[in-house]
């Protein structure tokens, strides 16, 4: 898993890469974070949370594929990789997200056959 991690944040402007329980807690980290990363791994979930709440209950259109939040500063791309595991990724605000997002979706293969 920190292999797989950590390929991930040598993609081109990628700052850093999580995977983190569903608890909130990180199971691994890899990259540069200005803020400590228990902190941002329970924030990723709260997000993950508000946004399943939103689009399972809310608008009944199911559970979210993915969140992409864009700041003055930085991109948040998250992805489930499995009922208990979230992955994250923290991207400068120029990056190019369709190439991020295919190496993710490529880790999550590789993730998705360690964690079931």
């Known amino acids: 898993m920190e292999k797989i991690v ?3 944040t040598q993609v081109r402007s990628v700052r850093g890469t999580l995977l983190v329980g569903k608890d909130g807690l990180v199971i691994v980290s890899a990259g540069e974070f200005k803020h400590d990363t228990d902190f941002i791994g329970a924030s990723i979930c709260e997000l993950f949370a508000t946004a399943e709440t939103m689009t399972f209950e809310r608008f009944e259109a199911g559970k979210p594929v993915n969140i ?3 700041s003055q500063d930085l991109i948040f791309i998250v992805y489930e ?3 208990e595991t979230i992955l994250a990724v923290l991207a400068e605000k120029d990056a190019n997200t ?3 997002n295919i190496e993710i979706k490529l880790a ?9």
């Open 6 to 8: 950590e390929e991930l």
């Open 68 to 70: 992409t939040l864009e």
């Open 81 to 83: 990789v499995t009922e």
């Open 98 to 100: 369709g190439i991020i």
């Open 108 to 116: 999550l293969q590789k993730l998705q056959e360690m964690l079931i």
